[in-house]
């Protein structure tokens, strides 16, 4: 399943927030869930490649997820995307 | 010798400096035999578990010394530590290449680090800097080395290094610490927005701090003003030390009207806002207790990219904006003030002898109605999320006010039509800062919902004398006799029609400044964030009624630093706060 989402962290997603979506991620241990934006894919479960796509506010993310609860996941991580988080 | 920096963390730090060494640490390729692969993968996992039992230890202690929210990097740190991604990564590298632990590491966290480097938000660069802490801590682990205390000092020192990583800046203690400076950084960075929150007086961004400085040298930092003196004389350091007194009396001060309304002896409420120039700053201007934005700069989204924002994007930041603040708290968005001193690449604006006195701001709007109306149905739409309200900027004369106005109108119709909400009740204002304005204020009241003052061009229109020319420098005089007449004309022409008068420029902020606007009847005073709090300091001191005898006093005197000594003797408040 696919959905985009927009960051509304006026900081973008630093951090805390890439925590906050590595660790929602996370709770799907059999889903698999990746983030998608400029061109790079990574795994919603790392904090590390949740930090390196640099997404700041305003920006469009596209949300995959496959497997087990893929649409729970699919709503879960879209909501944890969308918070601001300072 | 002065060095120059950036301003970190406001302050100023007095004694001898202190010069941290960069401790080299080994990441030589080395390639090991096959048997030993695993006994170095097991080194590896075994300095990890070391580190994160250390970051344990600081997120704790950091929680206790200052709370939960700073310790939270360090949570993020131990993350990075059981990320695959990361140390999965280097325990890979260490069994596919047979190569040590510490080159496997490093070069997994070199590529991320590169990653976060090349990013253009400053914020995600500094990102970089919380890979060097970490993989620094797992090097220094498998290295056996205890890390050197930076508090082992017998009295205070001025710190500098090449770069102080979040886990070094926590753990330093104020009574040993003065104050620290370093060759790199920036506002943003984590060493610098925690020197803030410990009162840690700072500067970053030295560039060649540590080479250029000498340990035991006397040393004045001056966090306010980016400055590092080196070798002051002594009545530099006696005047230091009363800055430094008054300063951290005052910050004292400021703690106890953080998130209080601002209220004036005589129980008037005026309102305390910040300026802000993008949605990152909502925060600052949040955290620095401003009661909403009082001027929300909208270039940024046009700025730096080939071509217009969408709506889409426009409402997006607008309603980051708004929802940052919270749905009370007022927001006044300017709409595009372009031209002049600021170009687009994608508008093709023809070159001018006078941009100042050109094709700008409201003036391109109604000429370009199609690129205005992009912006007025954002802000319309984002209107419904908090109390948003809306300004134009550069009204020269009645009949802009009334065509700005009519596409409003007629942008409204629209989104009726198409059944979009908006606030139909959001209140429309003006700035002024083209003396025509201020001069037909009266006129102009009856048709908006509010004004506000933009003193910067105010001055700089008024006086005729462009405030990017030194040659002229002398003329920008905010406090000179014409403009503070202006100013009231304006005022008093608002109330007169039930209206508000606000003042966005930096003139609002001044603490010489805020006597007088209080006592001619200014209802909302924006700002930088930074000001916020002195300025609430100084409004919760002062009666109105008292300051309309200021005001009319200073009104009535000749020269602009006639005005100023005169409010800073008759004033006591403003003395006590002047640092």
Known sequence: MEKQFTIKNPQGIHARPAGAIMKKANEFPNATISLEFNGRKVSAKSITGVLTLGMKAGDAVNVITEGDQAAEALDAVGAVLETVLD | MQLKGIAAASGYAIGPAFIMQEQAQDVERKVIDASQVEAEVSR????????????????????????????????????????????????????????????????????????????????????????RDV????????????????????????????????????????????????????????????????????????????????????????????????????????AYEEKKQKFEKRQEEMKLYKDKPTVTLDGKHVE?????????????????????????????????????????????????VAETLGKEKPVVIRTLDIGGDKELPYLELPHEMNPFLGYRAIRICLDQVDLFKTQLRAILR????????????????????????????????????????????????????????????????????????????????????DRMNEKVSHLTQ????????????????????????GMCGEMAGNLTAIPILLGLGLDEFSMSASSVLPARVLLSRLSREDMQDI????????????????????????NQLLV
Do not use: C
């Open chain 2, 382 to 465: 984002a209107s419904v999320h908090g109390n948003i309200k809306m300004m134009y900027p550069m009204i020269a004369t009645l009949a802009e006010l009334r065509q700005a106005n009519a596409i409003l109108d007629e942008t409204k119709a629209e989104l009726d039509k198409e059944g979009i909400a908006y606030n139909k009740d959001m209140e429309v204002g003006m700035m002024v800062e083209i003396p025509a304005a201020a001069i037909i204020a009266d006129q102009l009241a009856k048709e908006v919902d509010f004004f506000s003052i933009g003193t910067n061009d105010l001055v700089q229109y008024t006086m005729a004398a």
């Open chain 2, 478 to 501: 905010p406090f000179n006799p014409a403009v503070l007449r202006l100013i009231r004309m304006v005022i008093d022409a608002a109330h007169k029609e039930g209206k508000w008068a």
């Open chain 2, 551 to 574: 005001a009319a006093q200073a009104l009535m005197m000749e020269h602009e630093d006639e005005i100023q000594r005169f409010v800073q003797e008759r004033v006591e408040a403003v």
């Open chain 2, 272 to 320: 305390l806002v910040a300026n802000i120039g993008n949605p990152e700053d909502a925060l600052g201007a949040r955290n620095n207790g401003a009661e909403g934005v009082g001027l929300f700069r909208t270039e940024f989204l046009y700025m730096g990219r080939d071509n217009f924002p969408t709506e889409e994007e426009q409402y997006q930041a607008y309603t980051t």
């Open chain 2, 44 to 131: 590896l996992q075994h300095a990890v578990n070391q580190a994160m039992a250390e970051l344990e230890k600081i997120k704790d202690d950091t929680a206790a010394k200052l709370g939960e929210h700073h310790a939270e990097i360090f949570a993020t740190h131990i993350l990075v530590l059981q990320d695959e991604e990361f140390v999965g990564q280097a325990l890979e590298k260490v069994r596919s290449e047979s190569v040590n632990a510490e080159y496997a590491l490093h070069e997994v966290a070199q590529q991320l680090i590169d990653i976060f480097s090349s990013m253009d938000s400053e914020y995600m660069r500094e990102r970089a800097a919380d890979f």
């Open chain 2, 135 to 238: 993989s620094k801590r797992v090097l220094a682990a498998l290295s056996g080395e205890k890390s050197a205390s930076l508090n082992d000092f017998e009295s205070p020192v001025v710190l500098f290094a090449h770069d102080l990583t979040p886990s070094d800046t926590a753990q330093l203690d104020r009574s040993k610490v003065a104050g620290f400076a370093t060759n790199i950084g920036g506002r943003t960075s984590h060493s610098a927005i925690m020197a803030r929150s410990m009162e840690i007086p700072a500067v970053v961004g030295l560039k060649n701090g540590t080479e250029t400085v000498n340990n035991g040298d006397m040393i004045i930092l001056d966090g306010a003003r980016g400055l590092i003196i080196v070798h002051p004389d002594q009545d530099t350091i006696a």
